[in-house]
């Protein structure tokens, strides 16, 4: 028995070490050919109305498009939208990026809306501040975008109108 169990104990060693050994990365957090992968879902390179004067494009996968570009419809889970933001205005000085991911329903806080909030330095390392992140996400999306005709389900959908100041 043992001399049955102790090779056969040894082949499974060995081949779950050929599968780890070839399991892709931890899956990253979004394609790096997402400029060709997904679309772009706003006018190309505009100045952002997030107030740090920086230029964004937005891509919206195929789960995203619709609902982002139309307002209407819904996010199903795994809808992705990503903001990359540069420093000038012809977008070739990439300095962050930040990507929302839908969840299922229930998934976050309340306050969280079922998306993820991330932040990434332009090599795609997610920036970690919990001093800001997610909660200054959440108050500008609440207070922008959270529904129309400001936006659609916390996106700030291309085309809004600006809110009126905060009082
Ligand atoms: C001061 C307001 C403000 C803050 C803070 C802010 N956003 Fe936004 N965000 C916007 C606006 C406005 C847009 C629409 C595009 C634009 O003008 O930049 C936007 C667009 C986006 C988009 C593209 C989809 C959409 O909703 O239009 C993503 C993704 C995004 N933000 C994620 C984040 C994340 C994650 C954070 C926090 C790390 C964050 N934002 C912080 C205002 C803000």
Redesign the pocket.
């Known amino acids: 028995m043992l001399r049955l169990t102790v090779p056969a104990m040894l082949s499974s060693l060995a081949l779950s070490t050929v599968l780890l050994g070839g399991c892709p990365s931890p899956s990253e957090p979004f394609p790096t050919d997402y400029e060709t992968r997904w679309r772009e879902a ?1 006018t190309p390179c ?1 100045l ?4 740090e004067l920086r230029y ?1 494009r ?1 891509f919206a996968d195929d789960a995203a498009f619709l609902p ?1 570009t139309t307002g209407t419809g819904t996010f199903t889970p795994g809808a992705t ?3 990359a933001e540069y420093d000038d205005p012809a977008c070739t000085e990439l300095l962050s990026y ?3 991911v839908k969840l299922e329903p229930g998934t976050t806080p309340p306050e969280e809306h079922d998306w993820t ?3 990434f330095d332009p090599d795609r390392t997610e920036i970690h501040d919990p001093r ?3 909660q ?2 959440l ?3 609440d207070y ?2 959270a529904a129309p005709p400001y ?1 659609h389900d916390y ?3 291309p085309g809004a109108p600006e809110p009126m100041p905060r009082p």
Not at 48 to 51: A, E, L, V
């Open positions: 706003r505009v952002s109305h997030d107030h964004v937005v982002y939208l990503l903001k930040v990507l929302m909030w991330q932040r800001f992140i997610p200054t996400c108050d500008c999306h922008h975008c936006g996106t700030c959908t």
